[in-house]
């Protein structure tokens, strides 16, 4: 295993760190699954995911863990990374009625690697989201890009900011406070651990490839680094994958999404 995975496997996963979500979210396990899913049932959130195996009977443990989100109807995120065991968790999972969404390659490095001279496009602002027009608007954004596969993604960042601003900081890119917002993203840190990471990045579709989302990496890696964190983490698309590799970033593994119903 690479020496970074073999860090970043035993901070975040084995600690159960692996997404630490905001207020009225549990953190449980059953057997060897790891869970996190929000204490009123009915939420658009749930994610599972098993770094040591599922032992001698996989498909029970699958069964099961499909059978405890049906029962709270909700839909379920099995994140599955290409070193996990057993060979064939995907096809157990695809078997037991999962069904697998788009990979991503999964990147490590130092943050500091991060940070370059990453000018915006004249006339375009980049600063921290600080109100509630702010989330509105990041909310339109995402819906625009995404769609329904948005879900809750806007508030449940504005929960989780507001119960500890430490949490994350969210930055966005704009023409001006009263028009759309061009890009979105932002870099949660874990506590106690080398490891920040980095989410979002959505960008107008006539906004890309012009150097907008590599300046917000090095807003969200010199916050980073600025708050004591030496590596960062990131999950990303083919479109992001290169500006982040040429900049230093290793890919260490792939992980996919197993989502149930």
């Not at 040591?52 to 029970?60: A, K, Q, S, T, V």
């Not at 980095?198 to 150097?211: A, F, H, K, V, Y």
């Amino acid at each position: 295993m690479h020496p970074l995975l073999q860090q970043f496997h035993e901070q975040i996963r084995l600690a159960n760190r692996e997404s630490e979500g905001g207020p009225g979210i549990v953190h449980d396990t059953d057997g060897p699954v790891r869970r996190r899913y929000a204490v009123t049932p009915g939420s658009s959130y749930a994610m599972v995911e098993s770094p040591e195996g599922l032992g001698d009977d996989p498909d029970h443990w699958i069964t099961r863990t499909a059978a405890f989100f049906s029962d709270r109807d909700e839909r379920v995120e099995w994140k599955t990374y290409s070193y996990d065991p057993p060979a064939d968790l995907g096809e157990r999972l695809s078997r037991n009625g999962f069904q697998a969404e788009d990979p991503e390659a999964l990147l490590l490095g130092e943050a500091k690697a991060l940070i370059h001279e990453a000018p915006l496009p004249d006339g375009l602002t980049m600063r921290e989201a600080d109100s509630a027009e702010d989330y509105t608007r990041i909310h339109d954004l995402m819906q625009m890009i995404w769609g329904p596969r948005d879900g809750d993604m806007t508030a449940e960042l504005r929960r989780e900011k507001a119960a500890d601003p430490t949490s994350l900081d969210i930055v966005l890119v704009e023409e001006d406070r009263d028009g759309p917002v061009l890009c979105a993203a932002w870099c949660r840190y874990t506590p106690g651990t080398d490891f920040a990471s980095m989410w979002g990045g959505s960008t107008l579709p006539q906004w890309r490839r012009r150097g907008i989302y590599r300046a917000t990496v090095t807003w969200r890696a010199q916050r980073a680094v600025d708050r004591g964190y030496r590596y960062m983490r990131l999950d990303t698309s083919p479109d992001s994958r290169p500006i982040l590799t040429r900049l230093g970033l290793q890919h260490v593994a792939d992980t996919t999404p197993y989502v149930h119903p």
